[in-house]
Nanobody
């Protein structure tokens, strides 16, 4: 069983930065895609960014110029560096791991990001 633990959320003023981390533990198989999703109050969960086990990245258009996803394979950890944060970036940020051969889809418990004016 895979366990994903997010950290790094919190309160930040608009224009500020945050770095989220997601540590994965358990038996994890490649190829896989790790990513970050977010859910704002009253809205559906949406993609923020993903990174494959081959280090290919994908970003939502709303964050593309402000966010960088990276991963440390030795630590099974994925990071989300968010800069120039906006009020609309507020939400619960979830880490996700998709193992492509087994189709196993794992989620973390989420970390709250609140951007204030």
């Amino acid at each position: 069983q895979v366990r994903l633990v997010e950290s790094g959320g919190g309160f930040v003023q608009a224009g500020g930065s945050l770095r989220l981390s997601c540590a994965a533990s358990g038996s994890i198989f490649s190829p896989n895609i790790m990513g970050w999703y977010r859910q704002a109050p009253g809205k559906q969960r949406e993609l923020v960014a993903t990174i494959t086990s081959g280090d290919n990245t994908n970003y939502a258009s709303s964050v593309r110029d402000r966010v960088t996803i990276s991963r440390d394979k030795a630590k099974n950890t994925v990071y989300l560096q968010m800069n120039s944060l906006k009020l609309e970036d507020t939400g619960v940020y979830y880490c996700n791991l998709k193992e492509l051969l087994s189709r196993r889809d794992s989620w973390g418990q989420g970390t709250q990001v609140t951007v204030s004016s």
